[in-house]
């Protein structure tokens, strides 16, 4: 097929769904359209009657359209709002799966060493209590959150599910009997590494780190202390790997 062949198809069906879209504006040009020609005539009331239609639909056209940018402005409005209103959770919740997955990397380094050389281990003392996420309380009945969009309503649901995951992960392993501890707190460091990578996520589409910047300059923003989290993870790793 020509390629001006091809555009000029690719106008008409642009045509087409404006008028499908715009179907009170057409109607209204063909009223008005049809006035004009019955001035031509000895029938000037009916003239006058497509000008009083034409000018309805018009009107019909122009408050529908007002009405739905009215409705998208205030549809964006609400999602601002509740991505503002659930960012402090938000921001709580990601703040201790940094601090767990931190944690849980110098346990399973204890715990790798411990594994090959018992004597040279120096073992944390964390307990229990210390792996445990804060779970969110606003989120899923606070009216906030059906406000959001589909994409940010999404990535707070996989952050949130994640965390259902790790806190049953420590309540269920956490010292269970016949369990190497190496094996322990790796599963609980892939967990928390989970949770982080959809934390990334989250922090860029509730613009954390715009609301929330780091107390101290060395500290870093929030992404930079997850990236070095996960780069200390995985060292730990490579190093548990050389050992065996």
């Not at 031509?40 to 009916?46: E, G, K």
């Not at 739905?68 to 799966?97: F, G, Q």
């Not at 899923?140 to 707070?156: E, I, K, M, V």
């Not at 420590?170 to 609980?188: A, E, S």
Request: hydrophobic residues 40%.
């Amino acid at each position: 097929m020509p390629e001006k062949t091809f555009r000029i198809k690719l106008k008409a069906v642009a045509v087409i769904n404006g008028v499908l879209k715009n179907s009170h504006l057409v109607l209204s040009a063909l009223l008005f359209a049809a006035g004009i020609e019955f001035l031509r005539t000895n029938l000037a009331m009916i003239s006058g009657a497509m000008f009083g239609a034409g000018a309805s639909l018009l009107g019909a056209w122009i408050n529908e359209l007002t009405k739905k940018r009215s409705d998208a402005e205030e549809k964006a409005r609400r999602e601002v709002d509740s991505r503002r209103y659930l960012a402090p959770e938000l921001n709580r919740t990601i703040e201790r799966v940094l601090y767990i997955h931190g944690r849980a990397t110098a346990n399973f380094i204890s715990a790798s060493v411990e594994h090959i050389k018992p004597s040279d281990s120096v073992k944390p003392n964390d307990l229990r209590e210390d792996f445990l996420p804060y779970m969110p309380v606003l989120y899923p009945n606070t009216p906030q959150f059906r406000d959001l969009s589909g994409d940010d309503a999404t990535a707070l649901i996989s952050f949130y599910d994640s965390l259902h995951e790790l806190d049953k992960f420590v309540n269920d392993w956490w010292k269970r009997d016949g369990q190497l501890p190496v094996n322990i707190f790796n599963g609980l460091l892939m967990l928390a590494n989970k949770s982080m990578e959809l934390a990334e996520t989250c922090i860029q589409r509730f613009e954390l780190e715009k609301f929330y910047p780091p107390k101290y300059e060395s500290w870093g923003t929030l992404s930079s202390r997850i990236e070095r989290s996960k780069k200390s993870a995985d060292q730990a790793h490579e190093a548990h790997m050389a050992r065996h």
